[in-house]
C-alpha cells in the first residue's frame, strides 16, 4: 500500500531577533511531538538587515546545516526555494517587509500587529490576492488546539449564550525604568510602533473577536463590527500607550479587552467568556493559553490543562502550511478579515486618545526606498 509523504513547507526567516529564534526552534522541532504526520517544515534560508554574520549567526544556533544566510531581506525573498517568509521585524516594518515578499511572489506569515494601521493592511491583503499567494497575522495564539476546543465548546452552548467576554494582558514583570532605558526598545519606541495596545492588546481582542465574532454567519460579521470604546494612559518619557481598556459593543454581548506594561500580571484568568449559563476561564497568558476552567452555578469546577510540547509557535507554523498544501489564500483560524477589523478597531483606539506614530511609519505609501528610510528613523542603520 502507498503511504502518502508529508508535505514539506519550505520556510525562509526575514530578520533575527528574539521572536524569530523562538519561532525557528518551534519549526524545527519534530511534528511527531505533537502528533502531526502531515506535514513538514524545513528552514530553507533566513536573512537579518544588520549584517550577513548576524544571519549566519542565528542559523548556526539552529539545527539547519543546510539553510542559506542573507544579509538583506530583499536577497532572502529572491530565494527560489523558499515557499514562506515570515516576519519578525518591528511593527513598523511589517508593511514594508511584506509588501517586499509578496511583490518579490513569496506567501507571508508576518508577525502581529500585522500593521500600524488598516489601511496598510488593506492593501497587503489587495496584493496578495491579486498575486494569489497566501497572507496570515502570526496569531499564533488562535491556533492553539486549546483556542480551538474553547471556541467549540461556547459554539456548543457549554455555558449558554456568551453575553460578555473580558480579556486582559498585563506584562510588567520588571520596573519599567529598566526594562526599557532611554525608550528605544521596540515596546515603547514610537519609531517602531511601539506601545501597548499594538503589542499586547492585539492578544486581547482576539479573544474577544474569537469568541464574539469569528463564529458568526458570515452575512452576518458586517453588521457586526463592534462600536468602539477606549481609554489610554501614555509611556511618560515616549508618549506611547502603557495601558489601555477597550469597550467593544457587538450586537450581540460586550468585550472588555486590556493590556499594559504598567500592572504586573497576577494569578486572575487572562480571559472571561461570560454566558447566561456559567462562565470559561483561560488558564496560563492571554498570548500563550495553558488550559481552561469551566464554572457553572450548582456543578463541580472543571479544569482542563493542555500540554504544550515546546513554546507552540509550530500550531500557527502547521497551520499556514497545510493552507499552501491546500491551494488556500488565507486561513480559516485566522481569517485576514477578521485581522482588518482588530486593525480598525485599534486605529479608532489610538485616535481616541491621539496617538499617532510618525508619518513615516503611518504611511501607505510602499516603494523600495522606504527599507533605507525605516532604518535611518530607528536608528539602526550602522
Ligand atoms: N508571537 C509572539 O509571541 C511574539 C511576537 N513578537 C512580535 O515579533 C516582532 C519582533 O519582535 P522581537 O523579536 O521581540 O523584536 P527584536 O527587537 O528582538 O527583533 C526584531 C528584529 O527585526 C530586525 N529589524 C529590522 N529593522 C529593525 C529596526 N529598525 N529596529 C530593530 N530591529 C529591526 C532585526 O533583525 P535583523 O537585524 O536581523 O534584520 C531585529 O533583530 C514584533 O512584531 C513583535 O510584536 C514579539 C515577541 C513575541
Ligand atoms: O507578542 C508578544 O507576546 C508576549 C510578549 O512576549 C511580547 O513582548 C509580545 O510582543
Redo the contacts with the bound molecule.
Keep these: 500500500m502507498a503511504t502518502l509523504l508529508p508535505f514539506e513547507c519550505r520556510w525562509g526567516i526575514m530578520a533575527t531577533g528574539w521572536?524569530a529564534s523562538e519561532f525557528a526552534k518551534d519549526l524545527l522541532a519534530p511534528p511527531s511531538t505533537r502528533n502531526v504526520s502531515d506535514i513538514t517544515h524545513r528552514l530553507v534560508a533566513a536573512a537579518s538587515s544588520s549584517s550577513l554574520a548576524r544571519a549566519s549567526d542565528f542559523l548556526s544556533l539552529l539545527p539547519c546545516h543546510a539553510a542559506r544566510a542573507y544579509g538583506s531581506y530583499a536577497a532572502l525573498v529572491s530565494d527560489p526555494e523558499v515557499d514562506v517568509i515570515y516576519i519578525a521585524t518591528p511593527h513598523s516594518h511589517h508593511f514594508a517587509n511584506a509588501m517586499l515578499a509578496l511583490k518579490a511572489g513569496k506567501n507571508v506569515l508576518c508577525?502581529?500587529p500585522f500593521t500600524v494601521n488598516a489601511p496598510q493592511l488593506e492593501i497587503l491583503m489587495k496584493e496578495a490576492k491579486k498575486r494569489g499567494l497566501f497572507l496570515m497575522e502570526a496569531v499564533w495564539t488562535r491556533c492553539f488546539p486549546v483556542s480551538i476546543e474553547i471556541r467549540r465548546l461556547l459554539k456548543e452552548g457549554e455555558i449558554g449564550v456568551v453575553k460578555r467576554t473580558e480579556a486582559r494582558?498585563d506584562?510588567c514583570h520588571e520596573p519599567l525604568g529598566e526594562k526599557y532605558p532611554g525608550g528605544e526598545h521596540r515596546?515603547v519606541n514610537p519609531k517602531l510602533a511601539g506601545g501597548a495596545l499594538l503589542?499586547?492588546g492585539?492578544?486581547a481582542l482576539t479573544w474577544v473577536f474569537q469568541t464574539l465574532y469569528h463564529d458568526l454567519p458570515e452575512e452576518e460579521k458586517e453588521r457586526s463590527e463592534p462600536k468602539t470604546m477606549g481609554v489610554m494612559q501614555m509611556y511618560p518619557e515616549t508618549g506611547v500607550d502603557a495601558d489601555n481598556v477597550v469597550v467593544l459593543q457587538f450586537p450581540h454581548a460586550t468585550g472588555v479587552a486590556s493590556s499594559s506594561i504598567f500592572v504586573s500580571g497576577d494569578n486572575a484568568p487572562s480571559a472571561r467568556f461570560l454566558g447566561t449559563e456559567g462562565e470559561i476561564q483561560v488558564i496560563g497568558?492571554a498570548?500563550?493559553p495553558e488550559g481552561y476552567c469551566v464554572i457553572r452555578p450548582g456543578k463541580e469546577e472543571k479544569i482542563v490543562p493542555c500540554q504544550i510540547p515546546g513554546k507552540g509557535m509550530f500550531w500557527e507554523a502547521d497551520e499556514v502550511a497545510r493552507c499552501i498544501r491546500d491551494g488556500k489564500l488565507e486561513s480559516e483560524i485566522v481569517p485576514l478579515n477578521e485581522s482588518l477589523v482588530i486593525m480598525r478597531v485599534m486605529d479608532t483606539v489610538r485616535r481616541q486618545n491621539r496617538l499617532r506614530y510618525p508619518e513615516e511609519i503611518e504611511t501607505t505609501v510602499y516603494d523600495e526606498e522606504r527599507e533605507d528610510v525605516l532604518e535611518i528613523l530607528s536608528g539602526s542603520a550602522e
Design positions: 521572536i508577525e502581529k494582558l506584562f515596546m503589542d499586547l492585539v492578544y497568558p498570548y500563550r
